[in-house]
């Protein structure tokens, strides 16, 4: 039998997986934007400066900052992880993508541009679905 605490760290582990191809999606897709701006990317180092600095990508931050700090709750091999660590991440999910919130509006509309792209919607179905299995 499955502890609980196995359990939640597998269903946690899947979203993060989720997030991260959503992330990429995104990401890509921010890109993509910058280039038709400014040419070209000069590969992964000047991608990187672009993401950690530039502020073209500066909206994609919230996102990397909880995926950060959900690969960090699930790396601590010493945490026991409950349902409060579900509700937590749910709850950090919901403020940056609910209107109400005005601290992550430039997430949102980075998002809300990059949703016309079929590799965002997807792994948009993909992490909201693992969201939804959360609540096994």
């Known amino acids: 039998m499955t502890s609980p605490n196995a359990a939640i760290r597998s269903r946690l582990d899947a979203l993060s997986k989720s997030l991260r191809?959503?992330?990429?999606a995104l990401l890509d897709f921010a890109k993509g934007e910058y280039e038709f701006?400014?040419?070209p990317v000069g590969g992964p180092f000047a991608l990187y400066a672009l993401v950690t600095g530039d502020p073209a990508f500066q909206w994609l931050r919230p996102l990397s900052g909880l995926?950060?700090?959900?690969d960090e709750?699930?790396?601590?091999?010493?945490?026991?992880?409950?349902?409060?660590h579900v509700s937590d991440v749910q709850h950090a999910l919901g403020l940056l993508f609910s209107d109400s919130d005005t601290r992550f509006a430039d997430f949102r509309a980075g998002?809300?541009?990059?949703?016309?792209?079929a590799r965002v919607r997807e792994t948009t179905?993909?992490?909201?679905?693992?969201?939804?299995?959360?609540?096994?």
Request: proline fraction near 0%; hydrophobic fraction near 40%.
């Open 21 to 24: 191809a959503f992330h990429s």
């Open 73 to 84: 709750v699930l790396d601590a091999k010493d945490t026991r992880l409950t349902e409060q």
């Open 111 to 117: 998002y809300e541009r990059a949703s016309t792209d």
């Open 37 to 39: 701006l400014n040419g």
């Open 67 to 70: 995926m950060a700090t959900l």
């Open 125 to 136: 179905a993909q992490w909201r679905a693992q969201l939804g299995g959360l609540e096994a």
